[in-house]
């Protein structure tokens, strides 16, 4: 990469970074703070728009910076705030075996399987570990 890339890439990641802690230090809930840096209309997506720029600053420091943040956040009872966002129900069919498997771990980290799940889901994904979508018509 070149120093003039690089170092644009470097204020990119710092005008990022500094944005999410001024947010994070006004202690907003965990779903504000989603919305605003990492949410489809987020920071994130709009310094990343396409899925090769995300997927690159998902493999950076700043990006396991902003899931620390996240995750701290998480962890804080922080009564959500008036413009509260609208909660959406998804209905997986998934084995009887994963069940289990996600029952247990969600008891041995005492939280519940929908608290497991969420995080689960905001971890980043490697695509190859995605199936094809040949692969399976009921997936």
């Given at each position: 990469?070149?120093?003039n890339?690089?170092s644009?890439?470097?204020v990119?990641?710092?005008?990022l970074?500094?944005?999410?802690q001024?947010?994070y230090?006004?202690?907003p809930?965990?779903?504000t703070?989603?919305r605003?840096?990492?949410g489809?209309?987020g920071?994130?997506h709009?310094?990343?728009?396409?899925p090769?720029?995300?997927?690159?600053?998902?493999k950076t420091e700043?990006?396991t910076?902003?899931q620390?943040?996240l995750?701290?956040?998480?962890?804080?009872?922080?009564?959500?705030?008036?413009d509260?966002?609208?909660?959406r129900?998804?209905?997986?069919?998934i084995?009887k075996?994963?069940?289990e498997?996600?029952?247990?771990?969600a008891?041995?980290?005492?939280?519940?399987i929908n608290?497991l799940?969420?995080?689960?889901l905001?971890?980043a994904?490697d695509?190859?570990?995605?199936?094809s979508?040949?692969?399976?018509?009921?997936s």
């Open positions: 990469m070149s120093q890339r690089q644009a890439t470097n990119k990641l710092q005008k970074l500094t944005s999410a001024e947010l230090h006004q202690k809930d965990w779903v703070f989603f605003e840096i990492l489809a209309d920071i994130v709009k310094l990343y728009p396409t090769q720029e995300y997927a690159e600053f998902q700043a990006f910076q902003l620390a943040l995750a701290q956040l998480r962890g804080q009872e922080v009564q959500p705030t008036a509260k966002e609208p909660q129900v998804i209905t997986v069919r084995p075996c994963l069940h498997t996600l029952r247990d771990e008891h041995q980290n005492r939280t519940s608290k799940c969420i995080t689960k905001l971890q994904i695509g190859d570990l995605i199936p979508p040949q692969a399976s018509h009921s």
